[in-house]
């Protein structure tokens, strides 16, 4: 287990390395400068030079490549990822500062999504062909292909505009009383829904699919023909296995939650990752923009890798 | 006498046998000897919600195309004396208007700025997909066919596509190299999304390169080129032409994302995403603005991914439907 960790965590590294380059390349490439933004007749060409030299904007590409790859995974100095050309601040200080309401936001969904999305897949699936199955599986369906930020238009247009119960931007509520947990809990209502809808019918109907394919296994057949209590076969010796791969399911929903849902962000005005990516972009903000990437596909790595070790971990048949 | 008798009773037979073989070779005529696409298309009809998506799509499809070529420029023509005006079918002359839907808060014809909005974003997916196509089959043939290292080498940089959040390069590359032209966004979304059909075709070709008739072909002498474009290619693309329309889904609905943060499309041009841009200022004043795109964007994306399982289905020559 240790050397299988080992190994592919070595194997991640030419993978951020490619990633690194690619997206290096593609800041490289855009035209304009990153100082394009101060220059205006007060600004006097020294002062610019300055900035050129300060940025090191002055050097080829490839000087420019190998030190940033190099201060890069440097996490413990402050200026690692370099400086923000817009918040005047170290980059990494900023992305850290976001990620508490990311996490917050993204697991909460999380947290929602496998609450309320393997109950309801495991009762479609039980009671295949009822009416519940039905309206899980017609729910299913349409909440999956509801594209998630056209969901979150019309939550905030219905919660916010039409209804006005929930607020419609923000995490707390400016002056008295904003900010504690009930306030915060008030906030995420809508963005948390708008998340966790098309992931709870993505889920629901892979739990359903899985659950099925084991109720029709030999083993179960035969815990049926001895004797054993139904509710015993189905809850206990048939979903263990069913759920099993849902492990892969939450592989590939973690890293959503590190780079932030972007648009759900954006739209709810949410201060996490997704949106300071999306105002970096805006900005021109390039050595964010790279650090926003770079903690991107980092949490895609860690996810898949995370998700691999926890089926070999719940899965006996599974050796490394 | 007995030999006449017998003579007789031979005739007799042979006319049966004579009779029995016509009918048989009628039983065998009515059989009907189906095709692959014949089944393909049996196997269709046999899902109905995605012959209905295929029905809204042509709907949807013929409004984009033939209203804006009826109604000229007047999904870009404004009327100040119209802001917002309601629906109003025959103008003062008594001439049909195509104003179905109203005025939007502009005054310009809702109806055909709907149907050129959805011409804009259907244009841009086909465009899209069909980039996605040819550089997924291109990387997905040379690495299934080739294998080793070309297909290590290619598939790594899969990995590598694969670990960057996508939409966040998507703004990226609209936002540094746009200047809101349709052309980057079509880009855009290619640039990230060839690596799905990549996999698909390289998974394909990676199991079909043992099968027999393959092997034989090669052995026949046969180069890569005749190998991959007459022999392997066509049964491969069954998935990847569900992939295709998927992807149709998938690139709409980013169009749109992008030009609802204002990164794509710039909001005189008119796309779903720059309609829904321009709801956004009116989400707490007139909610009703974002339905029109709104609803269009769902059904564009249910229908899609609607036919894409119908598909799946029709196009697996190992389902077997039986006659009906």
Redesign the interface.
Known sequence: MATYVLRRTLQAIPILFGVAIISFAIVQLAPGSPIDRFRNPNVRPEVLQNLIRLYGLDQPWWDQLIKWLSTFPQVWREDAWGHSLFFYRPVRDIILERIPATLLLGGTALLVTIVVAIPIGILAAVKQYSIADKIITTFATIGYAIPSFLLGIYLLVLGAGILGIFPSFGMRTGGAGGGDPLDVAWHMVLPVSSLAIQQIAGWSRYVRAKMLEVLQQDYVRTARAKGLASNRVTYKHALRNALIPVITLFGLTLPGLLSGAVITETIFSWPGLGQLGVQAVETRDYPLVLAFVMVGAFGVVVGNLLADVLYGLADPRIKY | MADRIDALEIDDIARQRREEADSLAEDVDRTPVRTYWQLVRRRFRQHRMAVIALFVLAILASYAILVPLITGDAYADPDIFKPDAPPEIFNEEGEFTFAILGYNEIGINLFARLAKAIQTSLTIALAAVVIILTIGILVGSIAGYFGGWIDNLLM??V???????A???I???V???GGGSMGIVIFAIAFTGWTTAARLVRAEFLSLREVDYVQAARALGAGPQRIILRHMLPPAMAPVVVAATLGI?DSV?VE??LS??G?GLPRSDASLGTM?NVA?EF??TD?TK?VYP?VM??LI??AA?FLGDGLRDALDPRQRVEAK
Do not use: E
């Open positions: 790594r940089l990995d590598i596509m694969l670990s960057m959040p939409l966040f390069i703004l990226m590359l936002s540094f190299f889904a609905i749109a994302a609802f943060l990164f829904l956004r989400f707490f909610p974002v709104g964007l769902m994306v249910l991914s």
